[in-house]
Structures are given as structure tokens and as C-alpha cells.
T-cell receptor
Framework: DSGVTQTPKHLITATGQRVTLRCSPR?????VYWYQQSLDQGLQFLIQ???????AKGNILERFSAQQFPDLHSELNLSSLELGDSALYFC??????????????FGNGTRLTVT | GESVGLHLPTLSVQEGDNSIINCAYS??????FIWYKQESGKGPQFIID?????DKRQGQRVTVLLNKTVKHLSLQIAATQPGDSAVYFC???????????FGSGTRLLVRP
């Protein structure tokens, strides 16, 4: 068990809808990362937060947004969903500001299916 | 279980044999590397890491080798067990940046 908790495990929704994915990092970790994993893209970095502030952005669509709350849990909001958004969404946490020398520990993901 | 990818290279080994999984990286500025294991239905699990000032690092039954000259990383698993069956990813961190870049993965199948 990595100590990173993601909810829900599965989510099925229709195109055009909006969903929120939740992540609780490992106790003591200040950094939260979101990754998307689809069959043809592998693991793609979306965004990172450190102690409540956005620190790095990757291939995140404008329809997607995230935030990290004072208790350090994070939410990833996906709106105007399209079929191509169907994927596994992983949250990871680490203790440091950078992923350098501070391995990311992943949750078990949320499987999003858009129909 | 769910597939991580439909077109992953696959390594099939006999139980008890040693496994070697390879990874090539392209950016010479990468300075930190990690191997992850992903089992069906689970998130990537940290196995071992290595910094660019090292050539080799050993863990329990695993060894990571780094060849910076040819930008190559390998993961050796000794006495491979059925529980080692999974998809293995290498990941690199560039210039102490905030994100890890993941490779496309290799599927390891262990034959009983």
C-alpha cells in the first residue's frame, strides 16, 4: 500500500458532463501530482501542486483543472468530457518540492469511462 | 485485469531465471531515474532509483544499471518469480525539474 488514496475507483459518465476526482496524499507529503494513463499514450504528466500552490503544468487540457486544499488533499476536475478523456487518472505524492531524489508514490487510480 | 497498453514489448522468462528489462532515454540532461512496477488494476509501484552520478545500484533481488554514454538504463531481476509479472516503466527526471517523464513500458511474463 503506497499510502496514497484515490476516490472513486471507477467513474462512468456521459459526454459533456463534469466529474471530480479526489486524492489524499501520503501522510507528510506536500507535493501532489496528477497523471493520465491511456492505452495509446502511456503515463502523461498533467499537473503538480506543492503545499497548496501550483508548481508545474504538463499536458493538461483547459477543460481540466486541479487544486490542493489546506489539508493537502487534491481534486482534479474534468469538464465538458469527451470520449477521448476515458483513461486511468493517477495521483502521486512525494515529500519534496521536486521529484528529483524524491520518488513519487502512486495511488491505485480512478478509471474514468466516458460514454 | 486491465491492460496498460496494447502494444507493449513483452519479455517472457522462466520462473527462477534472471530478467533484464531495458530502457533508453534521449535527454542527456536527465539526472535521476526510477523504475516502477505496475500490476493489473494498480498504480505504479516504486522499485528502485539511481542518480546520474552512479552506474549501479542494488536492492533486494533488483539491480539498476545506468550507462550515460549510450543513454541506457536496465533493471535486472534475480530469480524471477510469478509475482514479478507486471508492466515495468522507467522514468527520468530532467534537470531537477518537477515532473517525471515515463517510458512506454515493458510487460514481463513469468512462465511457471
Amino acid at each position: 500500500d503506497s499510502g496514497v488514496t484515490q476516490t472513486p475507483k471507477h467513474l462512468i459518465t456521459a459526454t459533456g458532463q463534469r466529474v471530480t476526482l479526489r486524492c489524499s496524499p501520503r501522510s507528510g507529503d506536500l507535493s501532489v501530482y496528477w497523471y493520465q494513463q491511456s492505452l495509446d499514450q502511456g503515463l502523461q504528466f498533467l499537473i503538480q501542486y506543492y503545499n497548496g500552490e501550483e508548481r508545474a503544468k504538463g499536458n493538461i487540457l483547459e477543460r481540466f483543472s486541479a487544486q490542493q486544499f489546506p489539508d493537502l488533499h487534491s481534486e482534479l476536475n474534468l469538464s465538458s468530457l469527451e470520449l477521448g478523456d476515458s483513461a486511468l487518472y493517477f495521483c502521486a505524492s512525494s515529500g519534496g518540492l521536486s521529484s528529483y531524489n524524491s520518488p513519487l508514490h502512486f495511488g491505485n487510480g480512478t478509471r474514468l469511462t466516458v460514454t | 485485469g486491465e491492460s496498460v497498453g496494447l502494444h507493449l514489448p513483452t519479455l517472457s522468462v522462466q520462473e527462477g531465471d534472471n530478467s533484464i528489462i531495458n530502457c533508453a532515454y534521449s535527454n542527456s540532461a536527465s539526472d535521476y531515474f526510477i523504475w516502477y512496477k505496475q500490476e493489473s488494476g494498480k498504480g505504479p509501484q516504486f522499485i528502485i532509483d539511481i542518480r546520474s552520478n552512479m552506474d549501479k545500484r542494488q536492492g533486494q533481488r533488483v539491480t539498476v544499471l545506468l550507462n550515460k554514454t549510450v543513454k541506457h538504463l536496465s533493471l535486472q531481476i534475480a530469480a524471477t518469480q510469478p509475482g514479478d509479472s507486471a508492466v515495468y516503466f522507467c522514468a527520468e527526471n530532467r534537470d531537477s525539474s518537477y515532473k517525471l517523464i515515463f517510458g512506454s513500458g515493458t510487460r514481463l511474463l513469468v512462465r511457471p
